[in-house]
């Protein structure tokens, strides 16, 4: 794993099954919601999360895709608005992200004596490492550990199928080729392969 960057580890991560079901165009009032506000920049109002969730969705997703030099962060792409949308389009999704917020929420307090994103920076990092690798967290933060999966891979979906991470995987799909010359001589040579018989 170390071998591999974290824009790289997270982009496999994605779960592609899902990034390729949602559209910021789909016709359902809270999706049209949150493109109004993210392109308008007007304050979104979620329908899902409250006020307290929101601020914890926020700051937990830019710990997961922080903006780099590459591109913005979670945040920044509108990830929050995302996920607040899955939460209504799929319900079954209110549950453990409800649950794993209040984890979260519980496993601050216990540690540090404030609810996560009223922490410092190093101590919100510290909860994260805990649960992030599963390998390495302890029995009493199995839970944590679940929800975090869940949140990571939801983010990581919300933010390669936003504008940005779209730009971020520097995806040159959907554009018209006028002429087609075959593949590069270099690339078949690297291939071993020719066009000649």
């Known amino acids: 794993m170390k071998s591999i960057d974290r824009r790289t580890a997270l982009k496999l991560a994605a779960g592609a099954p899902l990034a390729f079901s949602w559209s910021w165009a789909a016709c359902d009032d809270a999706a049209r919601k949150a493109r109004r506000a993210l392109d308008s920049g007007e304050p979104f109002q979620?329908?899902?999360?409250?006020?307290?969730?929101?601020?914890?969705?926020?700051?937990?997703?830019?710990?997961?895709?922080?903006?780099?030099?590459?591109?913005?962060?979670?945040?920044?792409?509108?990830?929050?608005?995302?996920?607040?949308?899955?939460?209504?389009d799929r319900p079954d999704n209110q549950k453990w992200m409800a649950e794993g917020?209040?984890?979260?929420?519980?496993?601050?307090?216990?540690?540090?004596?404030?609810?996560f994103v009223n922490c410092e920076e190093e101590q919100r990092t510290a909860t994260v490492e805990a649960i992030a690798w599963p390998d390495r967290a302890t029995d009493e933060d199995s839970a944590g550990v679940a929800f975090f999966?869940?949140?990571?891979?939801?983010?990581?979906?919300?933010?390669?199928?936003?504008?940005?991470?779209?730009?971020?995987?520097?995806?040159?799909?959907?554009?018209?080729?006028?002429?087609?010359?075959?593949c590069p001589p270099e690339a078949l040579a690297k291939l071993g392969v020719s066009y000649e018989g």
Do not use: K
């Not at 917020?101 to 609810?115: H, I, K, M, V």
């Open 46 to 88: 979620p329908a899902f999360f409250d006020e307290h969730q929101f601020a914890t969705v926020r700051v937990l997703a830019d710990l997961v895709i922080p903006a780099d030099d590459r591109s913005g962060s979670a945040t920044d792409a509108g990830v929050p608005e995302f996920m607040d949308f899955m939460m209504i």
């Open 101 to 115: 917020l209040t984890w979260l929420d519980n496993r601050c307090t216990t540690r540090f004596g404030s609810a």
């Open 149 to 182: 999966n869940r949140f990571r891979d939801l983010t990581a979906s919300g933010f390669w199928i936003s504008r940005m991470g779209i730009e971020d995987l520097r995806y040159i799909g959907n554009t018209v080729v006028p002429e087609w010359n075959g």
